[in-house]
């Protein structure tokens, strides 16, 4: 961990130091050889991969050990929909369909309603329902296989995660809970189980199997403490350890930490249109930054230059390159995806009505 920096499910702020936190969490970087096993199933390299936007994993190799005994694996990730999604929620989520296609994988996207309420006493009931399905549809418009996913919403369909959750949290101690995830007296009581309603979903398919189905969970390394505990009780519970694939934070577009939806001005949303991207990206200080600290350079790196050339062009050419182009190059591209984005969004408005049982 940085000097400055903090990094937990709730708070992402400051410097982040990558590599210490695999040291600080105990998980192994992705080598080498982990790639080019990858390699075998894809022909290429997912860009997030070669760049190590995913960049750590815990048990990532005995995933693909057992997927190669023709023990197919389950994805699942999730969101907490407490307001619309932005650029920094799209990348893990654009990596989770590149693994649904590559691997065949169904995905299990829980989203934690329950745990939006308890952080935040002001939002409402209606608010997080809306914002659960606003958010699935920039899930869906990402092009997943309706078949192949499985929606869990705590509070509406607590029947599939609650048994399995008590199963967790019946293994687990208030001392285990403090200890990962630092509650004071301030927290509602309700968090002392919310983490076993967040492991859930990592053992819902073998259960049903009723046969160990392996679990991978790509997300973000702030996510990484709920899979700590998961993986101590998995064992106690005899179901295989979830494995994760870790991906860094989208910086925010001043410097550091992750895009925040608390600070709107520095998050660019899905549903922003043109002119407020163009006036976001232009408001950047840019001047006297290079590729390393330049928060617009992060956003060609995170999603939007996937050739490693051109991406190297942009670098060297930082400095000389004048940056009011570099940004209106940025501005062109954000907007183009977006705007796809949201048509593909609104044509999955029955596709997510299904998905919730709405
Ligand atoms: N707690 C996560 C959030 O606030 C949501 C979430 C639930 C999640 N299950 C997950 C994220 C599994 C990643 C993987 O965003």
Redesign the pocket.
Known sequence: MADNGVIN??TVSGEIDYNKLIERFGTKPIDWKLLDRFKKYTGGLHFHLRRGVFYSHRDLDVVLDEFEKGNRFVI?????PSGPVHLGHLV?WIFTRYLQQTFDAKLIF???DD??LMLNPELTEEEVDHWTFENALDLMALGFEQEKVEFIVNRRHSEKVYRVALKVARRTTVSTVKAIFGFDGDTSPAFMFFPAM?AA?CFIESEREGRPVPCL????ID?DP?WRMTRDTATKLGYPKPAQIHCRLLPGLSEGGKMSSSVPGLAIYTTDGPDIVEEKINKVNTQGRGPETCSLYQYYYFLFEESDEALTRIAEGCGARACALCKAQLIERVNNVLENHRVRREGKRSTVTDLLNL
Do not use: C, S, V
């Not at 699942?76 to 907490?80: F, H, K, Q, S």
């Not at 969970?217 to 973000?220: D, Q, S, T, Y």
């Open positions: 499910p709730w699942y990730t999730g969101r907490g893990p829980q989203f934690t745990e939006k967040q979903p969970i790509p997300a973000g996510q709920f």
